[in-house]
């Protein structure tokens, strides 16, 4: 994005005003649509998966110029406080387009069978998101699922999202990591589903999230019969490079024991060392890209097992 960090969201809680005229046109670019098309397309592949989404009626919130809200199905609505950036998205998408708060959503209740939200839960203060998840649960069904990509400032504030949800739909809140480009840029994604259909599994925390010391979205998808090809690859290649990182370090300490270490030499971390341990003890005592690949469930499975934070 356009502007320098820190991020906006941390300087400022109006967005209404953050997006005038000028940010809204170069937020409105053709390199941030094929990103937010990519990012909406993930949040849409997180809905149950049984249903069909091509009738549904999606909540598209902070919908800003409308980028997001040309994926989701015809008969969606968008909402956003920006002025300006609805002004974008009526100009180029014929979806019905609200200007309204987040936390004073002016819909019947009820109405929606899903919520999607890309990049617009930071916004909120701490009131804010009691208002804003206390009127989400009045405006959608409630068999209604919420997948929204977000930006934490930290882990206290993820944890702030996923509590103030909990507490005020009183359904299920996830909080899961996954890759919705081509690179392997990382993204955070909050999860709210009902109850009734929580599927019991375990909260194991993965390494790529380490950021947040959160989960991927494996097991998250894997329960709910949701594809994974993306999670997959971006596991056993940090399986793989961890494996090399291993074997190089091994190398140099027995072949060139004074030789000093790069500046630029990755470091390992003692999970790597776990994990590559892990690994040739069960498959062998050396390892192939394609034996990684071919055991893709165990190698993930053991990834999860040997991270500790």
Not at 10 to 21: A, G, L, Q, T
Not at 58 to 64: A, E, F, K, Y
Not at 153 to 177: P, R, S, V, Y
Not at 245 to 274: D, M
Request: with cysteine; net charge neutral.
């Amino acid at each position: 994005m356009p502007y320098n960090r820190p991020p906006p969201e941390e300087r400022s809680r109006r967005p209404d005003r953050f997006y005038s005229v000028s940010q809204a046109s170069v937020y409105h670019s053709q390199a941030n649509a094929s990103i937010q098309q990519e990012i909406t397309s993930l949040a849409l592949s997180l809905l149950p998966s049984q249903e069909d989404l091509s009738e549904a009626i999606i909540l598209d919130i902070g919908c800003g110029s409308g980028l997001s809200t040309e994926h989701v199905p015809c008969h969606s609505i968008g909402v956003d406080i920006s002025l300006p950036m609805l002004q974008l998205a009526t100009s180029t998408t014929s979806t019905g387009f609200v200007c309204a708060a987040a936390f004073a959503l002016p819909f019947r209740n009820e109405l929606f069978d899903h919520a999607i939200s890309i990049s617009m839960l930071q916004w909120l203060s701490s009131d804010q998101l009691v208002s804003f998840f206390n009127q989400l649960k009045r405006v959608l069904l409630p068999s209604a699922t919420a997948i929204f990509q977000v930006y934490p400032l930290d882990i206290d504030h993820a944890n702030e999202m996923i509590q103030t949800a909990i507490n005020c739909t009183g359904k299920h809140a996830t909080f899961i990591a996954d890759f919705p480009h081509k690179n392997s840029a990382l993204k955070w994604f909050l999860c709210i589903e009902p109850r009734s259909t929580i599927i019991q599994e375990e909260d194991e925390k993965c390494p790529l999230a380490r950021r947040m010391h959160g989960s991927c979205a494996y097991n998250y998808r894997q329960k709910r019969g949701l594809t994974n090809e993306r999670l997959v690859y971006e596991h056993i290649q940090y399986a793989w490079h961890a494996y090399r990182k291993v074997l190089r370090e091994q190398y140099l300490r027995e072949n060139e024991p004074a030789k000093k270490k790069h500046r630029k030499e990755r470091s390992i971390f003692p999970n790597e060392q776990q994990l590559v341990k892990q690994l040739l003890s069960t498959f062998c005592t050396k390892l192939t890209l394609d034996i990684l690949k071919k055991e893709a469930d165990r190698v993930i499975h053991l990834m999860h097992a040997t991270y500790k934070f």
